[in-house]
């Protein structure tokens, strides 16, 4: 398994952005399918993006599509999530994961950060 590293999170007003970083810890991304999950207060963890190995496709959950940009990049292939036009209902812990094939589900990951708080006040 490859230890992630999530950095970026904070708070922002509504409207404002945010821009994710999940870096690997000792070797690189780049035999992993990425993706970011959510889980706000007294919720269900939930899927917001991911992005195949080759980079070349990404995913969307529908309540984040056209705000937010997953992409990788660098030599370790670090993944980021770019956030706009936030609204107070993507107030969540954010967590990057690691997994052999992309897809929409947590069970496809193995492999978790320790999560990154985001907070959009109103």
């Known amino acids: 398994q490859v230890q992630l590293v999530e950095s970026g999170g904070g708070l922002v007003q509504a409207g404002g952005s945010l821009r994710l970083s999940c870096a690997p810890s000792?070797?690189?991304?780049?035999?992993?399918?990425m993706g970011w999950f959510r889980q706000a207060p007294g919720k269900e963890r939930e899927f917001v993006a991911a992005i195949s190995r080759s980079g070349g496709a990404t995913y969307y959950a529908d309540s984040v599509k056209g705000r937010v940009t997953i992409s990788r990049a660098g030599a370790k292939n670090t993944v980021t999530l770019q956030m706009n036009s936030l609204k107070p209902e993507d107030t969540a812990v954010y967590y990057c994961?690691?997994?052999?094939?992309?897809?929409?589900?947590?069970?496809?990951?193995?492999?978790w950060g320790q999560g990154t708080q985001v907070t959009v006040s109103p």
């Open positions: 000792g070797r690189t991304f780049s035999s992993y399918a």
């Open positions: 994961a690691a997994g052999a094939h992309v897809g929409a589900t947590a069970e496809q990951f193995g492999s």
